[in-house]
């Protein structure tokens, strides 16, 4: 099956938001002389409205914690600040104009809401000529649900087996392979465990090899 659109992942995959957000929640933590494990930055990862119920034992102020970082986390005006292009991921530009270029439709799935995907998409110098923006407050289910994906293809009007999913997150992959679309990890603060390795099709290191990717297997 040709792939006709390909469906990007926000934060860690586009943009360095996932390391920055986990400075600020161990930054945070700190404030209560506790500390954050793998597992919960593994469990938040990509997702939405994520249960921290089995991380409070290890945690008690983990509720405090979290409503403090949910000011932080989507204040717009905190990433808004940024200057132009310093939070873009290696190949990013690249890659969305190339896929522009050659007729590819492209959208965003964001587990994020619409208008922090779109604060982000402003600290890009140029205009990044995406198809359609789904962010998670778009959708009734987030990731590892495949909502989000098979909205982003059917806004697009293509099949779900038609798109090429590009993710750094667990969350993320398991929802593309529950989408029935094919995957690229792209590593970023989370490694990938097996069953990862089981949901995934490829994996690149960096967003500008995805070029080659579609080069060799899509074109």
């Not at 249960?51 to 204040?75: Q, S, V």
């Amino acid at each position: 099956m040709k792939i006709k659109a390909v469906l990007f992942d926000c934060d860690g995959l586009m943009f360095n938001t996932e390391q920055v957000s986990q400075d600020l929640w161990r930054q945070e933590a700190c404030k209560y002389h506790e500390t954050l494990s793998d597992d919960f930055f593994k469990a938040i990862t990509g997702a939405r409205g994520v249960d921290m119920t089995p991380y409070e034992k290890e945690t008690p102020h983990l509720k405090d914690i979290a409503m403090a970082m949910r000011a932080k986390r989507f204040d717009l005006s905190y990433w808004a600040s940024f200057e132009k292009d310093a939070l873009n991921k290696k190949g990013m530009v690249e890659l969305v104009l190339w896929l522009h270029e050659h007729g590819i439709r492209i959208a965003v799935c964001s587990s994020s809401n619409y208008d922090y995907v779109q604060t982000l998409l402003s600290t890009v110098s140029v205009s990044l000529p995406f198809d359609a923006i789904i962010g998670g407050n778009m959708v009734r289910r987030g990731k590892p649900a495949p909502d989000i994906f098979l909205a982003g293809a059917k806004t697009l009007g293509v099949q779900p087996q038609e798109c090429l999913v590009l993710e750094d997150s667990r969350q993320g992959i398991v929802a593309a392979f529950a989408a029935g679309m094919t995957s690229v990890f792209v590593e970023d603060t989370i490694p990938k465990d097996d069953e990862m390795i089981s949901c995934m099709n490829h994996e690149v290191n960096h967003l500008g090899e995805v070029i080659d990717l579609f080069q060799k297997e899509y074109l």
